[in-house]
């Protein structure tokens, strides 16, 4: 017999919940290699920003904070720490910081 208990609505909510979820699942886990080193900042810029779904599913000021974050992160990878105006260590807390606002959003 078939579930009737899902109905279409909730079945394409959750999908739509679960694929923003997924792809900041990515951010996130992008984010650690980056803060273990393991990654540039271009590889967390480029996956950041290729997260359109997670994007699209919050308000725009959360993708304009995001790209600015991005932006001087890749910055700032151009310059050593002392002669950056961007501390790499505080723009990956606000990394973190936005990652966290960002799920209570979607979830």
């Known amino acids: ?56 599913a919050l308000p725009p000021r959360y993708g304009e904070v995001l790209l600015g974050l991005l932006d001087r992160l890749e910055s700032s990878a151009l310059f050593s720490e002392e002669s950056c105006s961007f501390s790499q260590k505080d723009l990956v807390a606000n990394l973190e910081m936005w990652v966290g606002k960002a799920r209570g959003v979607v979830e």
């Open 1 to 56: 017999m078939h579930d009737t208990t899902a109905t279409p609505t909730a079945t394409a909510t959750a999908t739509a919940t679960a694929e923003p979820l997924q792809q900041l699942a990515l951010i996130e886990s992008a984010l650690a290699r980056f803060r273990d080193q393991a990654c540039p900042a271009s590889t967390l810029a480029d996956t950041a920003r290729a997260q359109t779904a997670l994007l699209a």
